[in-house]
T-cell receptor, first 111, second 114 residues
Framework: NAGVTQTPKFRVLKTGQSMTLLCAQD?????MYWYRQDPGMGLRLIHYSVGEGTTAKGEVPDGYNVSRLKKQNFLLGLESAAPSQTSVYFC??????????FGQGTRLTVV | AQTVTQSQPEMSVQEAETVTLSCTYDTSESDYYLFWYKQPPSRQMILVIR??????QNATENRFSVNFQKAAKSFSLKISDSQLGDAAMYFCAYRTYTGNQFYFGTGTSLTVIP
């Protein structure tokens, strides 16, 4: 019973490089989310999706793009990484009227 | 706009004692969910307890219980008989019945002293 799986778990990027974080869930959840966690700031929503083929901006979307081509997958892309994007990234999924289930997080460092 | 406030960045408790973590929220909705999540050093976010706003009875899960005061928009977490494994960051979160988003507080770091 995998739940929510994020890959990779750790990554170091150089400024200007691009990368994609993959989130996969096996619970048939409609909703999926990408958050970033920074010290003293809690979890801030980057983008979210309410179903296959749909995405929406959250609180801090600048510099990120997302796609949800399949219901079980939600991809987060950084086209040109900046040091300000150094953070821990969490993917989560849920049904309506339910708590969010989280992946293990990805620690990203941009140098 | 919905906001969640955790006014205690850090708390500490002696092992076997009781500690209460505070959370307040701001909303104009009448129906919603509230949650407490635990994040240990492993980084994994773990659901501790949930409360539906329409339920007057406070939720309880073993040593964890909440004090839900809807009129005051307060949702505190009480941990009884604290254990070393309770040491973690705790996040309060809010979700409306019809909303797509979860709103999180900034977290409270709990230290358990042996």
């Amino acid at each position: 019973n995998a739940g929510v799986t994020q890959t990779p778990k750790f990554r170091v990027l150089k400024t200007g490089q691009s990368m994609t974080l993959l989130c996969a869930q096996d619970m048939n959840h409609e909703y999926m989310y990408w958050y970033r966690q920074d010290p003293g700031m809690g979890l801030r929503l980057i983008h979210y999706s309410v179903g296959e083929g749909t995405t929406a901006k959250g609180e801090v979307p600048d510099g990120y793009n997302v796609s949800r081509l399949k219901k079980q997958n939600f991809l987060l892309g950084l086209e040109s990484a900046a040091p300000s994007q150094t953070s821990v990234y969490f993917c989560a999924s849920s049904y309506s009227f339910q708590e969010a289930f989280f992946g293990q997080g990805t620690r990203l460092t941009v140098v | 706009a919905q906001t969640v406030t955790q006014s205690q960045p850090e708390m500490s408790v002696q092992e076997a004692e009781t500690v209460t973590l505070s959370c307040t929220y701001d909303t104009s909705e009448s129906d919603y969910y509230l949650f407490w999540y635990k994040q240990p050093p492993s980084r994994q976010m773990i659901l501790v307890i949930r409360q539906e706003a329409y339920k007057q009875q406070n939720a309880t899960e073993n040593r964890f219980s909440v004090n839900f005061q809807k009129a005051a928009k307060s949702f505190s977490l009480k941990i009884s008989d604290s254990q070393l494994g309770d040491a973690a960051m705790y996040f309060c979160a809010y979700r409306t019945y019809t909303g797509n988003q979860f709103y999180f507080g900034t977290g409270t770091s709990l230290t358990v002293i042996p």
